[in-house]
Every structure is written in structure tokens, then in C-alpha cells.
């Protein structure tokens, strides 16, 4: 008879480790103005795409991606905020891959597009 599987108790050490390794994979994605894929993450950490996306709930509280979809809208207010980068250039520059990729993840995280927030914002 199998063992039963007992839920794995990650602590806030791991929390900073895959924090830390998030930031650092998306400072590479922003760096190479390259999409930033839950795979190539896990790839990067030595494990397995749906091993890292069955453990980071755990860890970071969301999902993965959620967790980098956030990191990255965060940095493009920060970038539409600070720059006058348009929006294909923000897009490439956090990591989104494509234009509508990046409009689509920002009206659903604030409602509205990316030039309407700039300018409210301004």
C-alpha cells in the first residue's frame, strides 16, 4: 500500500530563495527584451516546469505565473510612470513578448490600457 502524501511545509527561507530567482530570471527576460515563460524559469532552477508550477502555490502564495505576471505589470507602471516608452517597447522591455500580451494582462489587472493609465497618471 502506497504511503500517503503529506503536504510539504515550505518556509519564508524558501519564499526569498524562489523570490530571489524570480527577480533575477526577470531582470534576464528585461535585459534580452525576451518573454518570460514559467518553463524556462523552472529550467533555469534545475526542475521541472509542472513540479515548480505544483510547489510555488505553496511557496508564494499564487500561482507562478501570476506571481511573475505581477512582478513584470509592476515594472511596466514603474516604466509608464518614469519613461516615455511606448507601449510595444514596455511590452518587449518586461518581458511580455508581445504588444497585445501586455495590454491584455494590464486591463485585466487595472481596467483600463496602458495609455489611458498614463494619462491619468501624468
Not at 5 to 22: D, I, K, N, S, Y
Not at 82 to 104: D, E, M, N, Y
Request: net charge positive; glycine share 4%.
Amino acid at each position: 500500500m502506497p504511503m500517503p502524501r503529506h503536504p510539504r511545509t515550505f518556509t519564508h527561507g524558501h519564499r526569498q530563495r524562489l523570490e530571489r530567482a524570480v527577480a533575477h530570471y526577470l531582470r534576464d527576460c528585461y535585459r534580452n527584451a525576451s518573454a518570460a515563460r514559467v518553463s524556462e524559469f523552472a529550467a533555469s532552477l534545475d526542475l521541472t516546469a509542472p513540479y515548480l508550477s505544483r510547489i510555488a502555490p505553496d511557496i508564494l502564495g499564487m500561482p507562478l505565473r501570476d506571481f511573475l505576471r505581477q512582478k513584470q505589470i509592476a515594472y511596466a507602471v514603474r516604466l509608464l510612470q518614469t519613461t516615455p516608452l511606448r507601449s510595444k517597447q514596455i511590452a518587449l522591455r518586461c518581458g511580455f513578448g508581445t504588444v497585445s500580451t501586455f495590454h491584455r494582462w494590464f486591463r485585466s489587472a487595472f481596467a483600463t490600457t496602458p495609455g489611458a493609465f498614463r494619462e491619468v497618471m501624468k
